[in-house]
Each structure stands twice: as C-alpha cells, then as structure tokens.
C-alpha cells in the first residue's frame, strides 16, 4: 500500500490566504520532514519532524506519530511559496520515501 | 558554507551511450543519497552512502546504474547504457544526521 501519502494534489490560493497541508504516513515510515521544491526545481528542507510543533516564520508543521499524519501550516501565503511540497520519510533505516507532493500556486 | 552541487546541469544523450554524474556534499557529510524523479511523478530513493559504504543500495533500478564515492567525498552515477525510461532528474542529498540537503539535480534526456 502507499507509504507516504499527500492531499490535496494541487491547490490555488490568492495572495494572502492560509493553507494546510496534509501527510498521511504508514507504519513503516518515520522521521518526516517537509521540502519545498521551487519553480526553478530546487529541494529546500523546510522541516525534519518526526513529532511535535515546529514553527518557521510563516510555515508550521506538527506531525502526530501516533495517528500517522503531519500538516504543514502556510500563513499569509505570498507568491514565492509557490512550487511543489513534499513530506518524506524514512522506511527501513535512512530509505527516504516522498509523497507525490502538493503542487501550490499562489496568485499574486 | 557550500551547499551540495551536481555535475552536469544538464545532459543530454542518445539512447545507447554512457552518462556520469557527479555529486559533491557538503563538506563533512558522511551520509550521501541518490533520488531520481522521473517524469514528473514521485522523487524516488535510488540508494545511501555511509562515507564510501553502500548502506542501501535497493532503490537501484537494475545493473545499468553504478554508484560509486571514492575515500567518501564526492560521488558519481553512471548509467550505461541508457535508456529513454532513464530521463529524468537526478538529486543528490547529504546530511550529517536526519536532515537532508538537496543539490540542484541533473536534469538527464535520453533521445
């Protein structure tokens, strides 16, 4: 079955407005952690969250082990956070396994 | 402090032929991954390096793809030969715990 799996697929949202996303994770995957893949293709780590709260100026994420599930949180949502986010995790010792990602558009 | 780098940007080959790709990380990194996505569809782990060990190597899609980290400091994978199902963004990683740090990625055309 699917190991790391992400909703919603796409999203649009207007300049300004907040967003959830959401990694639902099997039991075999641990240790999460969010990027950000720009509209030029680079990966940037945002967080590694194997459980618990984190916060970054505008982005949070909190993962709940226990239910399998981590959210990433974007406040305030500008143009630049634009791109794909995925979430990630290990299977198996440092095997990472990605979702199929979050493509976010953000219109200015 | 220089974040990963990848060699070459971009590549483009004909079916048939041999490509490398080079991976430096950061300094001081023992651990280095390999991912491919293909396609657009999910980025897929190809295998991790321990300094100049393979620690898992089963993402590997078959024999046409070696990986190799001399004295454990930067990396090369080669495909030979490719093939048009290998186009692809290649991505390096490395990380000194959890944390892992993306290079640009090689975009790789098999024509």
């Known amino acids: 079955g699917i190991q790391v799996e992400q909703s919603p697929p796409d999203l649009i949202l207007q300049e300004g407005a907040n967003s959830t996303l959401r990694c639902n994770f099997s039991?075999?995957?641990?240790?999460l952690q969010w990027f950000h893949q720009n509209p030029w293709g680079q990966l940037i780590n945002l967080f590694y969250?194997?459980?618990g709260t984190k916060q970054n100026g505008r982005l949070s994420a909190t993962t709940v082990a226990t239910e399998r599930y981590s959210l990433l949180y974007i406040s305030s949502s500008q143009t630049t956070d634009s791109g794909v986010y995925f979430c990630?995790?290990?299977?198996?010792?440092?095997?990472?396994?990605f979702g199929a990602g979050t493509r976010l558009f953000v219109k200015a | 402090e220089a974040g990963v780098t990848q060699f070459p940007s971009h590549s483009v080959i004909e079916k048939g032929q041999t490509v490398t790709l080079r991976c430096d990380p950061i300094?001081?990194?023992?651990?280095l991954y390999w991912y491919r996505r293909v396609m657009g569809k999910e980025i897929k782990f190809l295998l991790h390096?321990?300094?100049?060990?393979?620690?898992?190597e089963s993402g590997m899609p078959n024999n046409r793809f070696l990986a190799e980290r001399t004295g454990g400091t930067y990396s090369t994978l080669k495909v030979q030969p490719a093939e048009l199902e290998d186009s692809g963004v290649y991505f390096c990683?490395?990380?000194?715990?959890?944390?892992?740090?993306f290079g640009p990625g090689t975009r790789l055309t098999v024509t």
């Open positions: 990630a995790g290990y299977t198996g010792g440092f095997k990472t396994i």
């Open positions: 390096f321990v300094k100049e060990s393979k620690q898992d």
């Open positions: 969250i194997p459980s």
């Open positions: 990683a490395s990380s000194d715990g959890h944390l892992q740090y």
């Open positions: 039991d075999s995957v641990n240790n």
């Open positions: 300094s001081g990194h023992d651990n």
